[in-house]
């Protein structure tokens, strides 16, 4: 079988890049991180790829005129890697129509929340607010509204009496670092496939529970 190519996009800390490059090392997948794209200059994620020899390319998205002109460099810099998914691992773009359609079925985020309960940012804070005693993770496909697509899975996590932001969002990130690797390894296991915008088991009798219950 080919090895599947991933292309990890990060902006900051890149927690989760991590857990996806060590999930694909330890558990010996058959794909290889082939590149990590950065869209701010000096981050802690790209520094911790280039320390693993992952080939990082960093764009800053200061350079570019609008969204149009950074996306188009995107797609520049993403399509000579060959990449089968373009995985947003915290890259806190908002990305145009052209680049969505274009990594169709190949565009892959991760959200603090349940969605389609708290899209956007601050998610934590929201949580918090509303009161809702349980919170997690969404790994879903990117389309053009924001924080929507078809979901592929969730992490639930409690919110426990004492909560502030950082216990809960350590929390949150903590069911991350399992989440992502659960789906990005049914898809290079080829378990999983999303044709049209459309998640599915490629052996029903293969399938997985699409959720986790993360109470660490
Ligand atoms: C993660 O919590 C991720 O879900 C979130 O940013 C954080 C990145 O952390 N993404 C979004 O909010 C996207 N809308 P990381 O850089 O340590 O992976």
Redesign the pocket.
Known sequence: MLRKRLVIL?S??????AALVRACRDQAWPADVVGVVASRPGSA?AAWAREQGLPVIELDHRAYPDRAAFDAALIAAIDPLKPDWVVL??F?RVLTPVFVAHYADRLI????SLLPAFPG?TTHRQVLAAGVRVHG?TVHMVVNEV?SGRILAQAVVPVRDGDDETTLGERV?RA?HRLYPMVIGWLVHDRMRVRGGEPAWRDPADAAPRWLWCDE
Not at 12 to 17: E, K, T, V
Not at 109 to 112: A, D, G
């Open positions: 990060i900051g800390r890149g927690s989760n890049m994620g691992a915290g806190m985020n991760i959200h603090p940012v993770a924080d990130l991350e």
